[in-house]
Structure formats: C-alpha cells, structure tokens
C-alpha cells in the first residue's frame, strides 16, 4: 500500500485495506514516501482499527524537515540515556530499562516496539502508542507513576485511561 503525500483520502485508504484482508487475508504494509505528520499517522491508527487490519510494517522513507512535524528516531537507544523529545515522534525500536523518555508537547508518541523503560509525559494531552508494554513506567502530567503491562497488542494510552486495542498480532514485526 503506497501513500503518495497522503493523496490517498482515508475513504480511499480504508476500502484498499479492507480489500487487501478480503482478497488474500495477507497483511498490511504502507508506505510513505514522505513525512505523513502526526495527525495522519494517528488517522492511520484508526483506519486500521476499524477495518481489523494486521499492520505487518510501516515505512517512512524520508526524515521530516520542518520544524514540528514528526519525528523519527531510527538507531537503538542506549542504555542509560534520558531521551527528551517535542511534538509527535515514533521510536522503531523498544524502549527497554533503564532508557527514560521525557515528552514534551501533545505528541502523539509512537513506539514501534515493547516499551518497558521510563516515560514521562509532560503535556496532559499526550498520547503514547505502543506496541507492546512489559512493565513500564509511565507518568503523564502530574499524575502517580503508573505501571502498565500488555502483551500481544498495540495500546493508545490517553490521560483518562481509556485503551483502544488495534488489530496487530504480538509477532508481526515493525520496521523502518
């Protein structure tokens, strides 16, 4: 599934994939051949949702320029860093103890892998999008430490804790 600058509406969008899991039950790939922005990507999250989709792999091929725009960490994070992050970004890798994120701004974070280091979201309006949690540590705004644990799905995590599963399975694997 290529998306060229998004010219694909999400109308468009979601009736491919619906026929693409219709057609041969195969799952999903999408590219883009650019930066999609936050919003997008969240809209792709939810078309995903609702069509049931496996999503096997998400490609961005080029790194956002302007200012604001999503940003996309490639390498592994070492162990030990505080990572501190503004506006929306996705990580394609786990985020494994004793690693500690501190986002600012309202995101959202997406964290192509199983989160179970540290963190801290600032802004209450925040959401963190992962594919796994094993133990992790999250704080939004002024809220308790929280630990979260959920294997095999992709969580949307919102300052109401309100979760929505999407239809990933726990082996597919994300990639960059």
């Known amino acids: 599934m290529d998306c060229r600058q998004w010219q694909d509406q ?18 999903a790939e999408v590219f883009f051949d650019s930066d999609p922005g936050a919003e997008r990507l969240k809209q792709l999250f939810e078309i995903l949702q609702a069509t049931g989709c496996v999503c096997r792999g998400l490609y961005i091929q080029k790194k956002p320029e302007v200012p604001g725009n999503l940003t996309v960490i490639r390498e592994p994070l070492r162990a030990g860093e505080l990572i501190q992050l503004e506006g929306a970004a996705v990580l394609l890798h786990d985020v494994r103890q004793p690693i500690q994120i501190e986002m600012r701004g309202s995101g959202p974070l997406i964290v192509l892998g199983t989160v179970a280091g540290q963190i801290r979201l600032l802004d209450p309006a925040c959401q963190l999008i992962a594919m796994g949690l094993d133990h992790a540590r999250v704080k939004i705004s002024d809220s308790d430490w929280q630990i979260l644990t959920n294997f095999a799905k992709v969580c949307v995590y919102y300052e109401n804790q309100r979760c929505i599963s999407l239809s990933l399975k726990e082996e597919e694997v994300w990639q960059g």
Do not use: N, Q
């Not at 999400?10 to 799952?27: I, N, Q, S």
């Open 10 to 27: 999400a109308v468009e969008l979601e009736a491919k994939l619906r026929l693409l899991k219709t057609r041969d039950g195969h799952p």
